[in-house]
């Protein structure tokens, strides 16, 4: 069975600040990475996904996050954040194949401060 | 409007109560979930559905169950609701990589 780490709880951040949300996982096999984030009282939006390919993916508000194999991580990051990125990150993994389910992270808060 | 709707998007149950959790999604994806929230935990997996009438349990499906009988609807029901049960619940599909969710309903068992 896979799982995912999300190593900080609590991001707290100045405006225009550089933040990076970490995320590591665990699977035996072929995984499909994600990145959600919620805004509150909201559902989760998709910020972007790693399936194959290039292992650095962005997403169209700034933030891009890196697929590293060999340290088993998915980490995500934006060079300037705007207080408008406050919200809760989650990562998430599923199978390549087969079941279609994700596993999810406990969630990095992301608080951005002026 | 298309995607995927849940209701009621707030209630409040006594334990003990039967109590039904709608969802449906217009997009007729082939799977679709459903998942609880709680604080530190992140979302956690209750059942999962392939297609219509093939459904399978995740991680915490005690105490719940689902029915699939149109592609479209996937309802979770709480046979006896219990104080444990107190969570926001999402619903999800997907097709063919990422999954899509609801808004969620904020369920209070008293």
């Known amino acids: 069975a896979q799982s995912v780490t999300q190593l900080d709880s609590q991001v707290p951040v100045f405006e225009e600040a550089p933040v990076e949300l970490r995320c590591n996982y665990s699977s035996s096999v072929s995984v499909y990475l994600f990145w959600y984030v919620q805004y509150p009282n909201q559902g989760l939006q998709l910020l972007l996904k790693y399936l194959s390919g290039s292992t650095l993916v962005e997403s169209i508000n700034g933030f891009e996050a890196e697929f590293n194999k060999s340290q088993t991580s998915f980490h995500l990051r934006k060079p300037s954040v705007h207080i408008s990125d406050t919200a809760e990150y989650f990562c998430?993994?599923?199978?390549?194949?087969?079941?279609?389910?994700?596993?999810f992270g406990s969630g990095t808060r992301l608080q951005v401060q002026p | 409007d298309a995607g995927i709707t849940q209701s009621p998007r707030y209630k409040i149950t006594e334990t003990g109560r039967q109590v039904t959790l709608m969802c449906h999604q217009t997009?007729?994806?082939?799977?679709m979930f459903w998942y609880r929230q709680d604080l530190g935990h992140g979302l956690r997996l209750i059942y999962y559905s392939a297609a219509a009438d093939i459904t399978d349990k995740g991680e915490v499906s005690d105490g719940y169950v689902v029915s699939r009988s149109k592609t479209e609807n996937f309802p979770l029901t709480l046979e006896s609701a219990t104080r444990s049960q107190t969570s926001v619940y999402f619903c999800a599909s997907a097709q063919n990589t990422e999954a899509f969710f609801g808004q969620g309903t904020r369920l209070t068992v008293v």
């Open positions: 998430a993994v599923r199978l390549d194949t087969g079941r279609r389910a994700l596993t």
């Open positions: 997009w007729s994806h082939s799977y």
